[in-house]
């Protein structure tokens, strides 16, 4: 039997190949979220010319225009993404969305799917950010203080409130992004003081898993590579239906369903 070798020039032709889609994906990214940004700015004046009058038709709007930003910047990257359990969001109340947190892309690939308006909660450097941080807030999302506790409880205070009025909330309780690429099956300790949230408000809460986020992006910084992702929703959970032990733990509660959910579905990636 004779093997063909492939000649050494055709696989640097073929490397430099991919290395070129790659840096060009990184760059229509880059040139598509700073063009939105300037651009959309007149959107920002009518849509806050729209809220004085229409609070509700302006959350569907922003939701709207910033969900068309969101699926552009995804097909942009070549990101390919398999949605499991979304029969399992609650549409007719606000929730709190729980998941793992491995990339700055999870933001995007979440938000596209959220069936009402939702706030995520963000790390307060994110304000520093000029213009998006102005669509942030119009969409209802808050910015954390992680060193300031006093800060952090007023936040977490303000996210209860919005949750009373209809917002969803989205959280990634590990606090960070969790950059340990060699072990994709673990997790961050979740923080127990943003499920002051449901525990207050009796909001379901919805756990999400997210696998290969971080393949889009922080794996190969600076460099943006087309990646299948995966988005699983878990059945919602009613913390009035726990335990007591278990709602005074909620955090360690979520976790372990989330860990469940991450291991299994990392389990049927491999058959």
């Known amino acids: ?21 790659i840096m060009i994906r990184f760059i229509f990214v ?16 009518v849509e806050w010319i729209i809220g004085k009058f229409n609070p509700c038709l302006k959350d569907r709007s922003s939701l709207a225009i910033v969900n068309w930003a969101f699926r552009w910047v995804i097909r942009l990257s070549g990101t390919k993404v398999i949605a499991i359990g979304e029969e399992n969001i609650p549409t007719d109340t606000a ?9 700055f892309f999870d933001v995007v690939l979440t938000y596209v799917r959220v069936p009402r308006p939702t706030g995520y909660i963000a790390k307060k450097e994110m304000l520093k950010w000029p213009l998006l941080n102005i669509w942030m807030k119009d969409l209802h999302c808050l910015f ?10 007023k936040t ?21 992004r969790n950059k340990d690429a060699e072990h994709p099956d673990t997790l961050l300790p979740f923080k127990e003081g943003s499920f002051k949230i449901a525990q207050k408000t009796k909001c379901p809460i919805v756990p999400m898993v ?3 986020t971080a393949d889009v992006f922080e794996n190969h910084f600076p460099w943006v590579k087309s990646t299948k992702v995966t988005l699983t929703y878990g059945k919602p959970i009613y913390v009035s239906e726990l335990s007591k032990e278990d709602q005074k733990r909620l955090g360690s509660y979520c976790e372990k369903i989330i860990q469940d959910m991450l291991n299994q579905e990392l389990a049927s990636q491999t058959k």
């Open 1 to 21: 039997m004779c093997l063909h070798k492939v000649p050494r020039h055709l696989k640097v032709c073929r490397l430099l190949k991919g290395i070129g889609i």
């Open 30 to 45: 880059v040139l598509f979220v700073v063009l939105f940004l300037i651009l959309s700015t007149p959107l920002m004046l």
């Open 95 to 103: 929730v709190l969305y729980v998941g793992n947190h491995r990339s």
């Open 144 to 153: 954390l203080d992680r060193q300031d506790i006093k800060a952090g409880l």
């Open 156 to 176: 977490i205070l303000q996210a209860i409130e919005k949750a009373k009025n209809g917002i969803s909330i989205c959280i990634f309780p590990e606090g960070t």
């Open 210 to 212: 997210l696998t290969g």
